[in-house]
């Protein structure tokens, strides 16, 4: 196992660990669309007419779709999806902002948030989802793409559908309890009993008791994004049981090493997101008790290389992603 010691490599192990069927990446429609159709749009889009002019896109770069933004204007590119260093996009709204390429010119910058969310998607892949966008202009190959075979079901695909075999799916009573908390809740696949969660959109809402208001989805639910929430160790207690959980994210809460007990009551837990937490050594050794995960991702933690390593020569196989300060 070795130890990543190099902020910049960061995210380049946040996309092998999501890239395997490990924790949610990113919704693109949800968090990454809104921000370029508010502060990027205006400049990058199809060409138009107004005022009897035809406006084309600044440097020859669209922002409206998906091959649009592969294909990139005059300087490339703009994102190289799971490379954010090559990602001219995220660049430019990084520069100083008297940097004559700073973007967007005018208007608000984007926030640090906003700027976040777009390294963690480009780093996942930038995975566009079902969005394709504006597909005036395409070359031929993305406007009618060759028909390709039928891709072999996934590893984690196969699991769902172990996990849905004679699922009931949700009482309609459980699920608006979740929605007052705050919950989006969501099928996993369409027409499906299985369900994902999260609290995207009012994290600093989210409290423990807003996390054991999901107990009625505790059959159902397989994957749970309670990053960058106010939630503490009580709310894993008020998890312990789920028996169909198999990703839970904690990133940048206050979870300690106290709460970890509470996870050997999740039987199917496979991935878990530690990173940005409180995290020691100690807490490693009750990580090393769960036979069902394979990945765990400890990075910017309070653990140290001797404890990751000990980790995984208590568990070979477990996939542990993980560097000190």
Request: aromatic share 6%.
């Amino acid at each position: 196992m070795s130890f990543i010691l190099n902020r910049q490599l960061m995210f380049v192990l946040i996309a092998a660990f999501l890239g395997a069927g490990g924790l949610p990446a990113v919704d693109f429609g949800k968090q990454i669309l809104p921000v370029l159709e508010k502060k990027c749009l205006d400049c990058h889009k199809a060409p138009y007419e107004e005022d009897g002019r035809v406006k084309k896109p600044k440097g020859g770069l669209r922002l409206d779709a998906a091959w649009a933004m592969l294909k990139g204007g005059e300087t490339g590119p703009a994102l190289v999806p799971g490379n954010v260093a090559k990602s001219y996009l995220l660049e430019v709204v990084t520069l100083p902002k008297d940097d004559d390429m700073f973007m967007p010119p005018k208007g608000d910058p984007l926030t640090a948030d906003e700027i976040q969310l777009f390294k963690e998607w480009i780093a996942a892949g930038a995975d566009f989802g079902e969005w394709k966008g504006n597909m005036e202009g395409a070359p031929p190959e993305v406007a009618a793409p060759a028909k390709s075979a039928e891709p072999k079901p996934r590893e984690h695909d196969l699991l769902y559908a172990e996990l849905e075999k004679d699922l009931k799916p949700a009482p309609d009573a459980a699920l608006e309890a979740a929605k007052t908390a705050g919950a989006q809740v969501a099928p996993l696949r369409v027409d499906g009993a299985l369900l994902r969660a999260d609290f995207l959109t009012g994290v600093s809402r989210c409290t423990d008791d807003k996390v054991a208001a999901l107990a009625g989805l505790k059959e159902q639910l397989v994957r749970l994004d309670l990053g960058r929430t106010a939630v503490t160790d009580a709310a894993l207690k008020s998890l312990a049981g789920f028996p169909r959980l198999v990703a839970l994210d904690l990133r940048q809460t206050e979870v300690t090493d106290a709460g970890l007990a509470a996870l050997k009551d999740l039987p199917r837990l496979q991935t878990l997101n530690l990173f940005g937490t409180g995290i020691t050594d100690a807490g490693l050794k009750q990580l090393a008790e769960l036979p069902s995960l394979k990945q765990v991702y400890l990075f910017q933690t309070k653990t140290t290389p001797a404890g990751l390593r000990q980790l995984a020569a208590a568990r070979p196989g477990l996939q542990v992603s993980g560097a000190t300060k």
